[in-house]
């Protein structure tokens, strides 16, 4: 095995460990699985399209960093994270702030897997129109996001509150979106170049 499915293997193992912490106990088994849920169906789709199309190392650790956010947040649901609540009141934030963390990464991460898809894939001619296309993709998935928290809330009543996660911040929504953005801006601007690079690197049958 080498060292890429080395990595890949302490992925799902560390990925299937942490789980099982999460899922021992959650706080809220309702909140719990809407909130890993999307971990779960990554890990699925990352399982089916293994042999067909596998990403670079740093796709990998971007996606397994996230999942991992999503499985904090399950287990202690996102307004009740311990390390964020010592923030909040060490700095008089006034609120947990995890969510916004989680909303970051829903930027952040995705921007780079939508990046690799498309141009391993060739789907945009002109490099000028991907980033454009790759913000959208992500300020698109935050938004339909966004409508999922108010179907489960209209359908459940308060048994989404903490799925929700607004703690009574009257902007959260846009807030949401605006990191969301935030981080899809940014991991362009950093990441781009090394991203590259280790596209470069592939083998020659999976380079774009």
């Avoid at 391993?120 to 790759?134: E, M, P, Q």
Wanted: charge should be positive; glycine fraction near 8%; charged fraction near 15%.
């Amino acid at each position: 095995m080498d060292r890429t499915g080395k990595l890949n293997l302490f992925y799902l193992i560390s990925f299937l460990a942490i789980l099982a912490w999460s899922g021992w106990r959650p706080y809220d088994r309702f909140t719990w699985l809407l909130e890993v849920l999307p971990a779960l169906m990554g890990l699925a789709a990352l399982a089916i399209t293994y042999r067909r199309f596998r990403f670079t190392n740093l796709l990998y650790l971007l996606m397994w960093l996230h999942a991992l956010i999503l499985l904090v947040g399950g287990h202690y649901t996102y307004a009740r994270v311990p390390l964020f609540d010592w923030l909040s009141q060490a700095y008089d934030l006034g609120r947990n702030n995890y969510d916004k963390l989680g909303h970051f990464a829903q930027g952040f991460v995705p921007a780079m897997v939508a990046r690799e898809i498309m141009i391993r894939n060739r789907v945009v001619a002109r490099r000028g129109w991907l980033g454009l296309i790759v913000v959208s993709l992500c300020l698109a998935i935050s938004a339909f996001y966004e409508l999922i928290e108010w179907w489960v809330a209209v359908f459940t009543g308060t048994g989404a509150e903490d799925f929700l996660g607004t703690q009574g911040y009257v902007w959260d929504t846009q807030s949401d979106m605006a990191l969301c953005l935030l981080g899809s801006l940014l991991a362009l601007l950093l990441l781009s170049r090394l991203h590259d690079r280790q596209m470069a690197r592939l083998p020659r049958e999976e380079k774009p």
